[in-house]
């Protein structure tokens, strides 16, 4: 069973919004922080944004400051990232992680779900 459920992706044009949510199935989120990644084609994966286990801690990545942010509602095990103003470099396979510690760093995080493709039209 996957620990972390991605879902809300899907296919936008540039310039629209669109939240992303991660479930929690397996009680992982108490006391973690949560990170979302992307990764598109050919590329590595990256961080996008993290939040601390009780909401009070956040940061982003420059290329999603002021665009994205990082959410998270510990009665529904769930975390957001609300996107806006989307740009077809936005495109890519997003993932939600957890883990005991903030961090930027993917290696960071014990536990990931299985990604929702997110795709940007021009």
């Known amino acids: 069973q996957v620990p972390l459920v991605e879902s809300g992706g899907g296919l936008v044009q540039a310039g629209d919004s669109l939240r992303v949510s991660c479930a929690d199935s397996?009680?992982?989120?108490?006391?973690?922080?949560v990170g979302w990644f992307r990764q598109a084609p050919r590329k590595e994966r990256e961080f996008v944004a993290a939040?601390?286990?009780?909401?009070?801690?956040?940061g982003y990545a420059d290329s999603v400051k002021g665009r994205f942010t990082i959410s998270r509602d510990n009665d529904k095990n769930t975390v957001y990232l609300q996107m806006n103003n989307l740009k077809p470099e936005d495109t890519a396979v997003y993932y939600c992680a957890a883990g005991t510690s903030w961090s930027r760093l993917a290696a960071a995080y014990a536990y990931w779900g299985q990604g929702t493709q997110v795709t940007v039209s021009s």
């Open positions: 939040i601390g286990w009780s909401g009070s801690r956040t």
């Open positions: 397996g009680r992982i989120f108490r006391y973690h922080a």
